[in-house]
């Protein structure tokens, strides 16, 4: 693995000074630049490439989110860390919104190493030789198709219309069919048949629509005449299942629509990379599900010897290139071992976790087999203190899955 080379910031050179004597002893692994001002920081980052920058947050000048919502705006590939004394919640919110991750002060260096290690998981994954090996071999990655990306367009721009979208998605016929047939799901509980486009879009919001929008586009993207043995129509209702409970299981958790919509849309996406397997490495892969039929942990170990990687990264990678958030490529690549992943917290990743494993559950149950290695990650759940809700949210999915289309 190369050095990652990090930056920290803090205006105290004491500070500094500390971590420069600490760092010594980990030159193997991490190659260190500081910097005493937010502008001196970006400086440095203009003048050379750099992995992560670990900033205060209280300095005086531009502060820690102010140099970190720059840092997102012209280099959004670093890695992004306030490291801070005490913080306020005015403060705190203002850092989760631009940092990948807070940590506190003093920090020691194993926290702050496993924090580093984690961090950079993703990135590793992402930059991954055996995943870069793996796409050199695949023909043609499938690229965002073009009514997706005038609608994506129009979505992402500030003054995006309701009534734009609608017609936009309305043009597309065999789009506006899924969609109605998405927004009708229980998964919405809506309560009321939505037959016309631009009420499913007032009903929803523009970010909802834009993840159904998004999911639909990417497994239309993929040729599926190619895998007759693949079965598309069961990774499909599964992924719309993962993605209904998410969304149930993020809002019984905080309540918050924007959470919920983001793992609503990891959910959608966390298998998607079984479809780049079964496309593009389709005899090895068929002998492969032949052979380790449904036991997940097996299967990845499999999918790495055979092919170079699993589906759950090359997912995060391909949903990497098309744009998609560090949440929504977190919850893909960590979703069969979230301890490994770099952010805790409620996640995406957190509830697509669980919605995986529900949804094999109670598909199971119906036809009386177990995956008995589907099971959770308990080490990873009790760390966030959630194995009591454990028992409700699978009986509020069971609840959603009555209703399933
Ligand atoms: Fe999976
Ligand atoms: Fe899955």
Partial sequence: MDKKRLLFVD?????????QRTLRKMRAEWEALYAESGEAALDLLASQPVDVVISDMRMPGMDGAQLLDIVKERHPKVVRIILSGQLDRDMTLKSVRVAHQLLAKPCDMTVLRDALQKTLALNQILADDAIRRVVARIDTLPSMPASCTAIMTELQSDEASIQRVADLIARDLGMAAKILQMVNSAFF??????????????????????????SINVFSAFNTRKIPFFDFEGLWRHSLAAGGYARRIMTLATGERDRATAAFLAGMLHDIGKLILAVNFSTTYRELLREVPATTGERLDRERELIGTTHAEIGAYLMGLWGLERSILTAIAFHHCPQNSPVGGLEPLMAVHLANGYDHRLTDSHQGGGHPDEDFDMAYLEDLGLVENLAAWQQACADLEEDMP
Avoid: F, H, S
């Fill in 189 to 214: 509980g809506l309560y009321r048949r939505v037959t016309d486009v631009k009420n499913a879009v007032m009903l929803l919001g523009l970010d909802a629509i834009k993840a159904l929008v998004l």
């Fill in 11 to 19: 205006d105290e050179p004491m500070v500094l000074k500390g971590l």
